[in-house]
């Protein structure tokens, strides 16, 4: 059944972003490993996909690995590397029958071979497939994608400072094909975006869920959208303005 009204599903996000944290929180409090987290994490995922595709929300980008989370201990990073890994291998065929379009967002070369290939694998494959967008952010710094971009920006040599705008900037950045995001959900209770897409978040509505992200089920995103089409964005402009148009 659809919880939303008709109004309501017309304010839905083209493109909703999570960060994906307390896998290890979840975990520790039922005395289990931190990869039990990540692996329950990963079963989350599915549940959250589905639910945004059911809804007719295009566009999901997933933050799985940050370029800080470099420091973790190498047996957690290399259990979250191979449940990636398995992960795309189980959902490949899945993504070709529902259409899904897997992107990446991140420094792939700081990934091991074997879960870069499989990465790189799955983009190529679903390349074609047109009817729903999910982007996985891996290896992933907004404050190193910047870089990357004013690099590009050099390398391409052909700028005029005086003309040079915003839209010029984001066609160098990894998420060019992509809208803005329109809601960043964050789980665990954590409010901070931890390098996570801070240009592209310039007017993203945030929403923090004191659940971890293997709890954070379907009818808490659910909560999470209906919060957020009950909101007003204004874009710099006043109440009555926006208030006028609608
Ligand atoms: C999020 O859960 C997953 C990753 C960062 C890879 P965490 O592993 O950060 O879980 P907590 O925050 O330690 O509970
Ligand atoms: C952010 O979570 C990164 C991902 C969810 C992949 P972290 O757990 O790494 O963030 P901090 O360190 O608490 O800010
Ligand atoms: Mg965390």
Known sequence: ?????????????????IIMDGNGRWAQARGKPRLFGHRNGVENVRSVVNTARELGIPYVTLYAFSQENQSRPVAEKSGLMKLLEEF????????????????????????????????????????GNKDWNLTLALNYGSRQEVISAVKSII?????????????????????KDLPDPDLIIRTSGEFRLSNFLLLQAAYA??????????????????????????????????????????
């Open 1 to 17: 059944m659809n919880p939303f009204t008709a109004e309501e599903t017309l304010k839905l996000p083209k493109h909703v972003a």
């Open 88 to 127: 795309l291998k189980l959902e490949l065929k899945s993504m070709m029958k529902d259409g899904i379009r897997l992107r990446a967002i991140g420094d792939l070369d700081g990934l091991p071979p074997f879960a870069k290939k499989a990465v790189e694998e799955t983009i190529e494959q679903t390349r």
């Open 155 to 175: 390398k391409s040599n052909d700028i005029k400072p005086e003309a040079f705008k915003w839209d010029d900037f984001s066609q160098h950045l990894q998420t």
């Open 205 to 246: 509505e945030i929403f923090v869920s004191p659940l971890h992200w293997p709890e954070f089920n379907r009818g808490a995103f659910i909560g999470s959208l209906k919060d957020y089409v009950h909101r007003e964005r204004r874009f710099g402009k006043t109440h009555e303005q926006i208030a006028s148009v609608t």
